[in-house]
């Protein structure tokens, strides 16, 4: 079974980080591109940065260019989102979301990022 | 404001066929393909639609989607109360290099 399971979301003050991890099973991560994409509470879904398989390209959404960072390490079919300079329009829940010739499936569950003092 | 324009709802009763559009423009819709979303109440969005008009194993034939220079619609016909839901549509973007959603639809099933 393909699996993505979130983690490392929580309450941080703004101004704070916050790493996301996500462990892949059930497929060759290493041959995927991936993405993260947030959901603010009540509100539509955003895409946040992609990844290709090696590494080598990288995307970012303008609303977090320069503070977060995509990151991946195929060795542990982890996925990883470094998240600095956090700002509480930041605060939503966060999927991990594999990619497939344009296509976003599956999804995690999700992990919920709340950013407030 | 998203990239992507979508109704924010719709609705129509059982049994009834119910369209949602989707507006884009040349840099996204027109160039690449569309993809659709289904997100159930409290659940994460799991793939309805992809490229354009392609149903994943799994997804009944009641879902269908079309694309047409740069509007995209999803048409669920035979609508059931368990199509309650939210639907977004989805596509790469040339200039901005990123992918974006339409703001979302939630449909009601009356």
């Known amino acids: 079974e393909v699996k993505l399971v979130e983690s490392g979301g929580g309450l941080v003050q703004p101004g704070g980080s916050l790493r996301l991890s996500c462990a892949a099973s059930?497929?060759?991560?290493?041959?995927?591109?991936m993405n993260w994409v947030r959901q603010a509470p009540g509100k539509g879904l955003e895409w946040v940065a992609y990844i290709s398989d090696s590494g080598t390209t990288i995307y970012y959404a303008d609303s977090v260019k320069g503070r977060f960072t995509i990151s991946r390490d195929n060795s542990k079919n982890s996925l990883y989102l470094q998240m600095n300079s956090l700002r509480a329009e930041d605060t939503a829940t966060y999927y991990c979301?594999?990619?497939?010739?344009?296509?976003?499936?599956?999804w995690g569950q999700g992990t919920l990022v709340t950013v407030s003092s | 404001q998203s990239v992507l324009t979508q109704p924010p709802s719709a609705s129509a009763t059982p049994g009834q066929r119910v369209t949602i559009g989707c507006s884009g423009s040349s840099s996204n819709v027109e160039r690449n393909v569309v993809t659709w979303y289904q997100q159930l109440p409290g659940t994460a969005p799991r793939l309805l639609i992809y490229?354009?008009?392609e149903r994943p194993s799994g997804v009944p034939d009641r879902f269908s989607g079309s694309k047409s220079g740069t509007s995209a619609s999803l048409a669920i016909s035979g609508l059931q109360s368990e199509d309650e839901a939210d639907y977004y549509c989805a596509s790469w973007d040339d200039s901005l290099n990123g992918r974006v959603f339409g703001g979302g639809t939630k449909l009601t099933v009356l």
């Open positions: 979301v594999r990619e497939h010739i344009e296509q976003l499936v599956p």
């Open positions: 059930g497929f060759t991560f290493s041959i995927y591109e």
């Open positions: 490229s354009n008009n």
